[in-house]
């Protein structure tokens, strides 16, 4: 079956400019995950939801970033006044669970963003 | 809070030789575990998971972890790698007993092997 999508697959930007990467997760899956990778490191945790609700934002770096899931199914994270320092790999991940602990998450092949 | 150390950053093996991949990690309550990989191209994937039970795991393509809670360890191994496990492996946790669900993830360790 189809996987957990993610567009674009490129964005270059400006420094100063907003942005809007998109994620679909896979069909079913109530949670959905955002992380950041940069360049030699492994995947940093940004925001989790479980349905609509942001249930754990608590690595989102600052309050340029936004991430919203209206319909609990797609989720668009934001980025206002971008930097160069926000040039990263972005990932979405997804999984089935609803419960209490980590489970399994199914990543997408992620948003390459790179801010001049 | 958590924090997964991944020793080696970049192995590099001739084909047929043996694999062990080194992970620590440091959190005091129960923990899942993880190894995702990432070849060359694409999207990480799972290898394999430990919850709970037996805490050897088995997972695709030939790869076993050991779960060693007095050292804080998953070690990944397999006995004799092939050119295509060429890529890159991350060891994650994720806190099994808080209700949170991040997953912690180590640097990542860059397998290259040799024909």
């Known amino acids: 079956g189809a996987g957990v999508s993610q567009t674009p697959s490129n964005k270059v930007t400006e420094k100063g400019k907003y942005v809007e990467l998109r994620c679909d997760p896979i069909?079913?899956?109530?949670?959905l995950y955002w992380y950041r990778q940069s360049l030699g490191q492994g995947p940093e945790f940004l925001i989790y939801?479980?349905?609509?609700?942001?249930?754990?934002d608590s690595g989102l770096p600052n309050d340029r970033f936004f991430a919203v899931r209206p319909e609990g199914s797609v989720s668009t994270l934001k980025i206002q006044r971008t930097e160069r320092g926000d040039s990263a790999v972005y990932l979405c991940?997804?999984?089935?669970?609803?419960?209490?602990?980590?489970?399994?998450?199914?990543f997408g092949p992620g948003t390459r963003l790179t801010v001049l | 809070a958590q924090s997964v150390s991944q020793h080696n950053h970049h192995v590099i093996l001739s084909e047929a030789a043996s694999l062990e991949l080194g992970c620590n990690y440091s959190?005091?309550?129960?923990?899942?575990l993880f190894w995702y990989v990432q070849y060359p191209g694409q999207h990480l994937q799972l290898l394999l998971k430990?919850?709970?039970?037996?805490?050897l795991v088995k997972g695709i393509k030939g790869f076993e972890a050991e779960f060693i809670k007095s050292k804080f360890s998953f070690n990944l191994r397999k006995p004799s790698v092939q050119w295509s496990d060429t890529a890159e492996y991350f060891c994650?946790?994720?806190?099994?007993?808080?209700?949170?669900?991040?997953?912690?993830f180590g640097s990542g360790t860059r397998l290259q092997v040799q024909p």
């Open positions: 991940a997804s999984s089935g669970s609803t419960s209490g602990s980590t489970d399994t998450q199914y």
């Open positions: 069909s079913g899956h109530t949670a």
């Open positions: 939801f479980q349905g609509t609700g942001a249930a754990d």
């Open positions: 959190y005091g309550g129960t923990v899942n």
């Open positions: 430990y919850f709970s039970g037996d805490p």
């Open positions: 994650a946790v994720g806190p099994g007993d808080t209700g949170r669900r991040a997953l912690t």
